[in-house]
């Protein structure tokens, strides 16, 4: 059973940072692809950064230079570390794990979602 539980949202200042946590079980880093999503009011769910099973990442423009993606296979654990935090992060983020079946078929599995707010 796949689950997966973020952690470390929150209120911050414009310019702060904050670094986002996904404990992930049930999945395995070397078969899925993870990702940090994020979704806010009025808006469509959005990607901010995937970690490939080789290490590769992938940023969106609007985070890129800012945002950083990095796992721990140890503790089985994904990061989102924010620094220079700008009002329009603020949103929901969600933790993603997707298997990849083929090239046209996946499997996405979501965690529940952790608050940041940017604001002074």
């Known amino acids: 059973q796949v689950q997966l539980v973020e952690s470390g949202g929150g209120l911050v200042q414009p310019g702060g940072s904050l670094r986002l946590s996904c404990a992930a079980s049930?999945?395995?880093?070397?078969?899925?692809?993870m990702g940090w999503y994020r979704q806010a009011p009025g808006n469509q769910r959005e990607l901010v950064a995937v970690?490939?099973?080789?290490?590769?990442?992938d940023y969106a423009d609007s985070v890129k230079g800012r945002f950083a993606i990095s796992r721990d296979t140890a503790k089985n654990t994904v990061y989102l570390q924010m620094n220079n935090l700008k009002p329009d992060d603020t949103a929901v983020y969600y933790c993603n794990a997707r298997m990849n079946w083929s090239t046209s078929s996946y499997s996405d599995f979501w965690g529940q979602g952790t608050q940041v707010t940017v604001s002074s």
């Open positions: 049930g999945i395995s880093f070397r078969l899925h692809v």
């Open positions: 970690i490939r099973s080789e290490g590769t990442t």
